[in-house]
């Protein structure tokens, strides 16, 4: 059984920062394309960051490039995201999501993955 447990939300004053982990098991996470997405309410869900299964490549929305930080321990199963400089618009419930279909790739599509967490909420005061 896939579980992927994010961990480390929030609330957060704006410019501060946060250290999101999402921690996977019952998958063989070191040939999984891992990401973060994100979903407000009443908006849709959207990327936001993304590396490849070895962890050499990284891929970010316009919106958090140079804010936020995506990296992985392949012996720990585990990805991470640093979220620095939060904006009160970066508030949402976050989800990480694995794809074992295109290990090497980083689809900003939700559809492209095959695997979702639960969830954790970040909160930006002003």
């Known amino acids: 059984q896939v579980q992927l447990v994010e961990s480390g939300g929030g609330l957060v004053q704006a410019g501060g920062s946060l250290r999101l982990s999402c921690a996977a098991s019952g998958l063989a996470f070191s040939r999984n394309a891992m990401a973060w997405f994100r979903q407000a309410p009443g908006k849709e869900r959207e990327f936001v960051a993304g590396?490849?299964?070895?962890?050499?490549?990284?891929y970010y929305a316009d919106s958090v490039k140079g804010r936020f930080t995506i990296s992985r321990d392949n012996a720990e199963n585990t990805v991470y995201l640093q979220m620095d400089s939060l904006k009160p618009e970066d508030a949402a419930a976050y989800y990480c999501?694995?794809?074992?279909?295109?290990?090497?790739?980083?689809?900003?599509?939700?559809?492209?993955?095959?695997?979702w967490g639960q969830g954790t909420q970040v909160t930006v005061s002003s």
């Open positions: 590396i490849n299964s070895i962890g050499d490549a990284t």
């Open positions: 999501a694995a794809d074992r279909t295109f290990p090497l790739g980083i689809s900003t599509s939700s559809r492209a993955y095959d695997y």
